[in-house]
């Protein structure tokens, strides 16, 4: 019994901090691109391809992660993925952070589930549950809340952040339903590897990243781009994936509720972000979303968090 409760704190440690790392690492590319010429397509380019590769690097050590290649519907399913999908929520994320800040482009990122649902609603052709109903409503009143912090008349956030903050949210439903055939027959891990190493090399052939855009390199921006590529990205995923092996996925999704917390409090915290109350409220109102369509129930969808990272 002791050694069963010391494994399930070892799984909540684990995404624990792999969900505060996420959230550490979009408040750090917003001091990068408050900080340098860095734009969001050049960081998006250089963190995937760097964390894709050293993924894909880590493991092969121990497994064959070239077998998604031998299938011709297989690879055709991994590019499009790769290029739509994962890049699609990269972007969009990096945009609204760029455009933004960290914490907001977080929250409506995590408007992703209530896009899920309702996309199956419309699949099926069939009404949401009450609870699936309850939770769009929350996160609608959330998002309302914090754009506008209670006042019509008032947005807390540029139009452009909001744009590409709730085309995040869209892109993590398509990033969490495509590839489900995919995660049947392969490792998680090694289509995201792929994923993102394709994915930055899509953006990387239209914005070039070698030639650097005219780059004043400093020890304070080396260091924050390797925490946004090893330590926000690499790090976290590889925590994620060993907490699953102490406790459920939907433990560990709820669990990931964390980071838009994290990110908001060191947005407000070490970058001066401002935050109203209302404001708050309504992060904390999104949030509240992932935790009911989380729960248990046949029908309501499962969230991953290690695919939308």
Not at 66 to 87: A, E, P
Not at 219 to 239: D, E, H, K, N, Q
Request: proline fraction near 3%; charged fraction near 10%; hydrophobic fraction near 50%.
């Amino acid at each position: 019994m002791q050694n069963e409760t010391n494994s399930r704190w070892r799984g909540i440690v684990l995404a624990l901090t792999g969900a505060s790392l996420w959230g550490f690492s979009g408040n750090a590319a917003q001091w990068i691109f408050s900080h340098s010429t860095i734009e969001a397509t050049w960081l998006v380019a250089v963190r995937m391809v760097i964390a894709g590769a050293l993924l894909l690097c880590l493991l092969s050590i121990r497994t064959n992660v070239f077998g998604v290649w031998k299938n011709k519907k297989d690879r055709i399913d991994l590019v499009v993925f790769s290029l739509t999908g994962m890049l699609g929520v990269q972007l969009t994320f990096f945009l609204s952070i760029q455009a933004g800040n960290a914490a907001a482009a977080t929250l409506l990122q995590f408007l992703g589930p209530v896009f899920i649902t309702i996309y199956f609603a419309l699949k099926a052709l069939k009404w949401p549950k009450r609870k699936e109903w309850s939770a769009v409503l929350i996160a609608l009143t959330g998002t309302f809340l914090l754009l506008t912090n209670g006042k019509l008349e008032y947005i807390t956030i540029s139009r452009e952040a909001i744009f590409w903050g709730i085309l995040s949210g869209i892109s993590v439903a398509v990033y969490t339903v495509y590839p489900v055939r995919l995660l049947k027959k392969y490792s998680s891990a090694a289509i995201v590897g792929w994923a993102m190493f394709i994915g930055g090399l899509g953006v990387a052939i239209l914005t070039q990243p070698w030639e650097g855009a005219g780059l004043r390199w400093s020890p304070s921006l080396i260091g924050m781009l390797a925490f946004v590529v090893v330590l926000g990205t690499l790090l976290p995923f590889y925590l994620y994936l060993d907490s699953l092996k102490y406790i459920t996925s939907t433990e560990t999704s709820l669990l990931g509720s964390a980071e838009p917390l994290v990110a908001t409090i060191v947005s407000v915290i070490w970058l001066d972000t401002s935050f109203g109350t209302y404001q708050s409220a309504g992060g904390m109102l999104i949030i509240l979303t992932v935790f009911l369509l989380s729960m248990p129930e046949k029908g309501i969808i499962k969230i991953n968090q290690s695919v939308n990272k």
